[in-house]
């Protein structure tokens, strides 16, 4: 079992940066794909960029594509794994609380528990 705490999340203009972290404890997080998604105020949550186990293939929603870089850092010190998610040139639909998470790859289908995710608002 993965357990993961997201932060990095806050308030910032249009066409500013922001980076997100998932801090992931477990054995097995580095045989894992993963993923971020982010869910807006009545809106259903979204995939939004994965990352293969190996950090090497990335893969990235079609709104986020070229403004979101997602990486992973899969040390051998269980306690520091951690992934991330560069995010430039903000816009306000990019306004959500952002979660990450285990993913299928085949279908971007998130397949673990759900941490409390980070709120990123994206002013105008």
């Known amino acids: 079992q993965v357990q993961l705490v997201e932060s990095g999340g806050g308030l910032v203009q249009a066409g500013g940066s922001l980076r997100l972290s998932c801090a992931a404890s477990?054995?097995?997080?580095?045989?894992?794909?993963m993923g971020w998604f982010r869910q807006a105020p009545g809106k259903e949550r979204e995939f939004v960029a994965a990352i293969s186990w190996s950090g090497g293939p990335t893969y990235y929603a079609d709104s986020v594509k070229g403004r979101f870089t997602i990486s992973r850092d899969n040390a051998k010190n269980t306690a520091k794994n951690t992934v991330y998610l560069q995010m430039n040139s903000l816009k306000p639909e990019d306004t959500a609380v952002y979660y990450c998470?285990?993913?299928?790859?085949?279908?971007?289908?998130?397949?673990?528990?759900w941490g409390q995710g980070t709120q990123v608002t994206v002013s105008s």
């Open positions: 998470n285990t993913v299928r790859l085949l279908d971007y289908y998130a397949i673990g528990s």
């Open positions: 477990g054995r097995t997080f580095s045989s894992y794909p």
